[in-house]
């Protein structure tokens, strides 16, 4: 993902998406052969991640982002709806993680390779359409 020039009230969200493609990338380029304590130290890694950072992001986005979005006519865009979508799976995933048990290798896989697709469609759609959107004074608004 090439690096954009974001409006400085999303270039914080901008920055935490730095994060999530380092844990989406150690997610989805475990090994096969990885084994169970490996796995759960992968797992373990990336609850800690939401916990301290992942589960906040996605709130600020759909309680501060997304209503600004909705004001200007924007909420049923096809880029919002599928970031909605993803929030949801991804959260479903990191509480199937929480959970005890060895993680499956799948499940890492499919929750990293999500949560790349994630960061690109919010860098590469969701953030131009909301520059492009909210006129300036709106963005200014944006408290994150």
């Not at 020039?5 to 493609?21: D, G, I, M, N, V």
Request: net charge negative.
């Amino acid at each position: 993902m090439r690096r954009l020039k974001r409006h400085a009230r999303l270039a914080p969200l901008s920055r935490h998406h730095t994060e999530a493609l380092i844990e989406g990338k150690a997610l989805r380029d475990l090994p096969a052969d990885a084994d169970e304590v490996r796995r759960r130290a992968a797992a373990d890694r990336f609850v800690a991640f939401w916990r301290a950072d992942g589960a906040a992001h996605f709130r600020v986005e759909e309680d501060v982002l997304l209503p600004w979005l909705a004001r200007y006519g924007r909420s049923e865009e096809p880029c919002v709806v599928r970031m909605l979508l993803d929030h949801a799976a991804i959260r479903g995933m990191a509480l199937e993680l929480s959970e005890a048990g060895p993680p499956r290798l799948e499940l890492l896989h499919r929750l990293g390779d999500r949560l790349m697709e994630h960061v690109r469609l919010e860098e590469e759609q969701v953030f131009p359409l909301t520059e492009a959107t909210l006129p300036e004074e709106a963005l200014a608004r944006l408290a994150f």
